[in-house]
């Protein structure tokens, strides 16, 4: 298994920067596919971005596509969400989230219970 720990969350103003990043721990980081998810208050859980195995495979939600960019460093065992012209709407608890897969070249998955392992979230705030 796999912990995961997330940090880079804060205040920020609408049109700012912000990188995310998810530290994990074990010799296994490579054999997961990771995803960041978010969750707003009063809001369901949702998808925000994923990338696969190797790193190769990236799938965004529409919302943040063009702003947001997810990377990896299988090396380092971390993953990372950067996150620029930030919106109002960015606002939530942002999680990171490890699925086991198979496949070094599987692409990620865009539903959260298909992952195994979550951190435990990083507050971002974006006021207007």
């Known amino acids: 298994q796999v912990a995961l720990v997330e940090s880079g969350g804060g205040l920020i103003q609408a049109g700012g920067s912000l990188r995310l990043s998810c530290a994990a721990s074990?010799?296994?980081?490579?054999?997961?596919?990771m995803g960041w998810f978010r969750q707003a208050p009063g809001k369901e859980r949702e998808f925000v971005a994923g990338i696969g195995r190797s790193g190769s495979n990236t799938y965004y939600a529409d919302s943040v596509k063009g702003r947001f960019t997810i990377s990896r460093d299988n090396g380092k065992n971390t993953v990372a969400l950067q996150m620029n012209s930030l919106k109002s709407e960015d606002t939530a608890v942002y999680y990171c989230?490890?699925?086991?897969?198979?496949?070094?070249?599987?692409?990620?998955?865009?539903?959260?219970?298909?992952?195994?392992?979550w951190g435990q979230g990083t507050q971002v705030t974006v006021s207007s």
């Open positions: 989230a490890a699925e086991r897969v198979a496949s070094y070249y599987s692409p990620p998955h865009v539903h959260g219970d298909e992952y195994d392992y």
């Open positions: 074990g010799r296994t980081f490579s054999d997961y596919a």
